[in-house]
């Protein structure tokens, strides 16, 4: 909520929008899907008899009632699908995703200046590329009426 005196510096929105980006796993578009949701899609089970992934034992009971209802479940049969992500990956997104701040007041002052000094150098390389491309074309330009020039004068 705004206050009369005090300019607001943190607000919910913007504190949650912070933490989302440090803390939740996206990113990587569709490639990314199965790398962050695994191969199975987050399923811990698999049926062995349709082999569809099944996310729990008990919609598994529901799976089994409703598909292969004359067999007997028996879930030590079912292949246990190992959903655990690799945290490094994660985080390796995580940062990939954006600003690379971590959430609320863990966000550290070097992170922040970091963070900064990145846009800048970023901001400044992109500044002396179109420099550089503006001068190049110049040149281009010069070289072609030289060019035009000569051509005239040998005619
Ligand atoms: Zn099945």
Known sequence: ???????????????????????QDKGGG?????????KTGGAKFTCYVCFKHIPDEKTMT????SKHSKL????????VNDTKKDQAAVRERIRET????????????????KAKDKKDAEAKQKREDEKAKKKKAKDEEKAKRKAAKKAKQNE
């Open 1 to 23: 909520m705004p206050r009369k005196a005090k300019p607001t510096k943190h607000s919910t929105k913007s504190l949650d929008k912070k933490r989302k980006l440090a803390t």
């Open 30 to 38: 569709k490639k990314g899907k199965e790398a962050r949701r695994g």
């Open 62 to 65: 529901i799976h089994f009632e």
């Open 72 to 79: 007997t479940l028996d879930m030590e049969k079912c292949k």
């Open 98 to 113: 954006g600003p690379a701040l971590s959430a609320g007041k863990k966000m550290t002052r070097r992170e922040k200046k």
